[in-house]
């Protein structure tokens, strides 16, 4: 009988250890990449880089990546909408954009496919903004990373007809709180391009397929050799830019 109540124990511990050690972090990601802008110049490569890049999250273990190209402000936004629910049943949220960007006034807006800009003014109108992003991710259990495969020399704000108001609100700011486990990476430091490379890609997502889901490495170390991989490719010319705070136990969740 006790010989019996000493296997059943032995079992039942088997089966939570096995449970505990068989779970695993839910992760999503939604890829945006806009090309075909159909009233400002297009950006050649941000098609292919968002498919590049949602193929890496793919084979990198995650459990659900949407693809998304070529988005209106309307299918844009329903995108943004859609993902934050994916967000909220998740521990790890990615956000992945490639296309135009523009920052005014200390904020930023990614934009969609039909945004007109003539006005400075029409900005947080016919952008979305980063604010709307991280709020979207803000229900991730463990960790949200945005990226922004943009240019932030702000060529396209330059040709825009400045209004005597401010186009951008406070409320447009990004302003990342510490410690909450969010980090936003740009390609770029603020006021420079994001280069592109000869095979149809930017360097900044040639650098992030080559580094995302290499073995043994976090992802404080993967956003560092991405950093370093386009400095090297661009001869210095583009530094991509990371914000944001990531706990310790959390840095093994993309990899």
């Given at each position: 009988?006790?010989?019996?109540?000493?296997?059943?124990?032995?079992?039942?511990?088997?089966?939570?250890?096995?449970?505990?050690?068989?779970?695993?972090?839910?992760?999503?990601?939604?890829?945006?990449?806009?090309?075909?802008?159909?009233?400002?110049?297009?950006?050649?490569?941000?098609?292919?880089?968002a498919?590049?890049?949602?193929?890496?999250?793919r084979?990198?273990?995650?459990?659900?990546?949407?693809?998304?190209?070529?988005?209106?402000?309307?299918?844009?936004?329903?995108?943004?909408?859609?993902?934050?629910?994916?967000?909220?049943?998740?521990?790890?949220?990615?956000?992945?954009?490639?296309?135009?960007?523009?920052?005014?006034?200390?904020?930023?807006?990614?934009?969609?496919?039909?945004?007109?800009?003539?006005r400075?003014?029409?900005?947080?109108?016919?952008?979305?903004?980063?604010?709307?992003?991280?709020g979207?991710?803000?229900?991730?259990?463990?960790?949200?990373?945005?990226?922004?495969?943009?240019?932030?020399?702000?060529?396209?704000a330059?040709?825009?007809?400045?209004?005597?108001?401010?186009?951008a609100?406070?409320?447009?700011?990004?302003?990342?709180?510490?410690?909450?486990?969010?980090?936003?990476?740009?390609?770029?430091?603020a006021?420079?391009?994001?280069?592109?490379?000869?095979?149809?890609?930017?360097?900044?997502?040639i650098?992030?397929?080559?580094?995302?889901?290499k073995?043994?490495?976090?992802?404080?170390?993967?956003?560092?050799?991405?950093?370093?991989?386009?400095?090297?490719?661009?001869?210095?010319?583009?530094?991509?830019?990371?914000y944001?705070?990531?706990?310790?136990?959390?840095?093994?969740?993309?990899?």
């Open positions: 009988m006790r010989r019996s109540i000493v296997i059943l124990l032995i079992t039942c511990l088997t089966i939570l250890l096995g449970t505990s050690g068989a779970y695993a972090e839910r992760k999503v990601a939604l890829v945006i990449g806009n090309s075909d802008y159909q009233r400002i110049a297009g950006v050649g490569t941000a098609s292919a880089d498919s590049l890049l949602a193929e890496t999250f084979k990198s273990g995650f459990d659900e990546v949407t693809l998304r190209q070529n988005l209106t402000l309307s299918t844009m936004s329903d995108a943004l909408t859609e993902f934050a629910v994916k967000a909220n049943a998740s521990d790890v949220a990615v956000f992945c954009y490639m296309g135009h960007g523009v920052e005014l006034g200390g904020a930023q807006f990614l934009l969609p496919v039909d945004a007109a800009l003539a400075d003014f029409d900005l947080p109108n016919e952008g979305i903004s980063l604010n709307r992003v991280l979207a991710l803000k229900g991730a259990g463990r960790l949200r990373l945005v990226i922004v495969g943009a240019s932030r020399d702000n060529t396209i330059a040709s825009m007809t400045r209004s005597t108001g401010s186009a609100s406070d409320r447009d700011q990004v302003n990342l709180p510490p410690n909450q486990d969010t980090v936003l990476a740009f390609a770029s430091t006021g420079h391009p994001a280069l592109n490379a000869a095979d149809g890609h930017s360097q900044f997502a650098a992030l397929a080559k580094f995302i889901g073995p043994g490495v976090d992802l404080r170390r993967v956003l560092g050799m991405v950093r370093d991989e386009v400095m090297q490719s661009t001869n210095h010319r583009q530094s991509p830019y990371v944001g705070v990531i706990k310790a136990e959390n840095l093994e969740l993309i990899r």
